[in-house]
């Protein structure tokens, strides 16, 4: 009788029998085809961290190609766009690559339900669906009920599960990938300053990111591992986390995003099992390792393998790092490992790398003089303000400094950081007035960002519209929220700073924080301390709302969203107004009113 022995699954290996090459291709599909030739690919370890889908580069490829045949079956033009909720599945790659033999172009949707429920949702994928003018979507059958209801009205050509485009017929035509100059992907903002654009990405602008981040940033080897978290419909998980891995023939372990942020345990876990060499994060990636693993459980991790630990896509504090790199010192992680990045989606990904092996290196400025005069005076380690240096510009590139004039800066003057390469974008798909803002005739990018060179590293210190002007001071939000989020009764991520027109158009300071706490007592003991030590350490009043955990609004990839959080205060405000009328308050006197109830609280 035959064995019912279940056959055990395997990961895809580390080692390839195929030469590496370093993304030195003239498109993604190229990348593909010569991938496929070899024995690496993608592992899957959804729910329990358990291996469920191994997915060779060459089976990838195939079904890639049998579904762009069945997506020409139905008419839609060259340069159609594919809307696809991105989850960390197997679907997702192909999708993604059949849109590349096909000629469409794919733009990933997020596939989180945030706080705000289904309606915001919908709402949400229903915005990105008009905006990128999609013919055709797709969604898993545990997300297809909202991509239905989102598409509703629309007239997309077709929508449906992957099971659904799996019944579509097969044309039989030659295939026609997508050229050089053709449009590789549209990539959506975060829209953590307002609602997100569409970034369009040609072939030649991810190749040319891709080229510069795998040699001069990463310098992948032969025995490299990959291993990753990061959603798909963030660029650091698109570009970094598949593309990059693909164009370099890397075998790569993929967790579930919502496994992650449930059980980041789970990372290390996987880390260690598989002996990855190279994973990235944003820096509350981290935060959360540190919150959850207990320093007894750090035996079990072996993390002497991880030679790149990425770290980006937000202001990076120096204490984070110093407390991961301590935790799992005794699991072999050396704080050498971690490089500091600094990328964005409109230049395909990356922008700036340190370099490696260094670790992070972090310049500390007076807070006056950077306040008061835009300037970085170096101090004392620990006595001002802590700025993380995130390397140079990439190989072709370009980084500057600008004031607002147009006047480029010396070192150490902070100002809008600008860029110039191969790897920015197009534009923001049909957005030609949002595009004429930030892509200078002369080619340079404004990037939105503040900051300052220093030895030829870039240092991000803010963005330009979430920078707070409060009586005549040029003020941080993150200086705001770095000083309520180091109370003990909060944790990272747990403050939102902003600014809202007050009394004579001034600007007054506002600062969101969600917490726990139930009990007025305690709700006043922690409003008065943070009253207390803004005004001590900034000099300024700063109105504090206090609410409930789970509040504050995210971007598609887990970044505070100052702007929606601005929005959501403004409108509780509003509210409490309307409760108010009958006193006939007006809207300034009842800022006025907040604004003395705080200061004296």
Known sequence: MASTKPTTLLPTPTINSLPLRRADFATLADALDYAAKGETGANFYPGRGLLKTVLPYRVLRQRAI????????????????????????????????????????????????????????????????????????????????????????????????????????ETDIELQHSGPTE???????????????????????????????VNHGLDMQEDDRCMSWLPFYHDMGLVGGLLAIVATQR???????????????????????????????????????TRRVR??????????????????????????????????????FDSRAFVPSYGMAENSLAISFSPRWQGVVVDWI??????????????????????????????????????DDGNTLPDLHVGRIRLRGPSVMSGYFELPEQTERVLLPDGWLDTGD???????????????????????????????????ERQPELRALDASAFSIPGPDSVEIAVVVVQCNINESTQEQLLTQRLHREIHEELGIDCLIELVPRHTLPRTSSGKLSRSATREGYLCRQKEKKSRAEAEDFSEEELVSLSTKVSANS
Not at 302 to 326: H, M, N, Q, V
């Open 66 to 169: 049998t579904l762009a045949r069945r997506m020409l079956s139905l008419p839609v033009e060259r340069g159609a766009r594919v809307a696809m909720v991105a989850e960390t599945s197997p679907d997702f790659l192909c999708f993604f690559f059949a849109c590349q033999y096909a000629g469409l172009v794919p733009v990933a949707l997020p596939a989180v339900v945030n706080i705000g429920g289904h309606e915001a949702y919908v709402s949400r994928l229903r915005g990105l669906l008009q905006g990128c003018g999609a013919s055709i979507a797709m969604a898993s059958s545990q997300l297809f009920s909202f991509l239905n209801e989102a598409a509703e009205g629309i007239g997309l050509t077709f929508l449906g599960t992957p099971a659904e485009f799996d019944g579509l017929p």
């Open 183 to 213: 449009i590789a992907y549209l990539q959506y903002t975060s829209g953590s300053t307002g609602f997100p654009r569409g970034v369009v990405i040609t072939q030649q602008a991810v190749i040319a990111n891709l080229v510069a981040t």
């Open 251 to 289: 075998s790569i372990d993929y967790l579930d995003t919502r496994d992650f942020a449930m059980r980041p345990r789970r990372w290390l876990e996987l880390m260690s099992s598989s002996r990855a060499s190279i994973a990235f994060s944003p820096p509350f990636g981290y935060a959360l390792c």
């Open 295 to 332: 320093p007894e459980d750090v035996a079990q991790y072996d993390l002497s393998a991880w030679r790149i630990a990425g770290i980006g896509a937000e202001p990076i504090r120096p204490e984070l790092t110093e407390r991961f790199a301590a935790l799992l010192a005794p699991a072999g």
């Open 366 to 403: 007076d807070a006056d003089e950077l306040a008061e005069n835009m300037r970085a005076k170096p101090v004392e380690k620990g006595t001002g303000n802590g700025f993380v240096r995130c390397g140079g510009a990439l190989p072709e590139h370009e980084i500057a400094i600008f004031d």
């Open 450 to 484: 503040l900051g300052y060179l220093i030895e030829g590293s870039v240092v991000v210190t803010g963005r330009h519209k979430d920078m707070l002007i409060i009586n005549g001071r040029n003020i941080w939000p993150q200086d705001i929220e770095h000083i309520v």
